[in-house]
């Protein structure tokens, strides 16, 4: 197996192994992220009915303007903010956190601090 493919597998294998302890319902759906070295997004899943409820990232029209200038930690930030107020619209309080394949601090956690700070219950 060659060096990118088992690279590939070991991401895969961490996703795996995260998303099989956490499953979203509809009174408490998954906030899922996904981070790449310039951006960030963040969607809230119903796995039942398997639609995204609420979706929020750094290239979405609205926080984009806000964000010009930060760093993606502080972007990741806005982003959690955002999503929650998105989320108190759609009704939804309570959410599972899903960090995926990523690590638990820098830009993942400072998303998850900002969807506390903008009202969600995890």
């Known amino acids: 197996m060659s060096e990118i493919k088992k690279r590939k597998f070991r991401r895969w294998k961490r996703k795996m192994r995260t998303r099989s302890k956490i499953f979203g319902t509809p009174e408490r759906p998954r906030l899922s992220v996904c981070r790449t070295n310039k ?30 200038g930060k760093t993606l930690k502080d972007k990741s930030k806005e ?8 989320c108190k619209k759609a009704k939804i309080g309570k959410v599972t956190f899903d960090k995926g394949r990523f690590d638990y601090h820098g830009c993942v956690k400072s998303l998850a601090e900002g969807a506390r700070e903008g009202g969600l219950k995890f």
């Not at 969607?43 to 303007?65: C, G, H, P, R, Y």
């Open 39 to 68: 951006h960030i997004y963040a969607q809230v899943i119903d796995d039942l009915s398997e639609n995204t409820l609420v979706q929020a990232s750094t290239l979405d029209k609205e926080v984009k303007n806000k964000l010009k």
């Open 79 to 86: 982003v959690g903010v955002y999503v929650a107020e998105r």
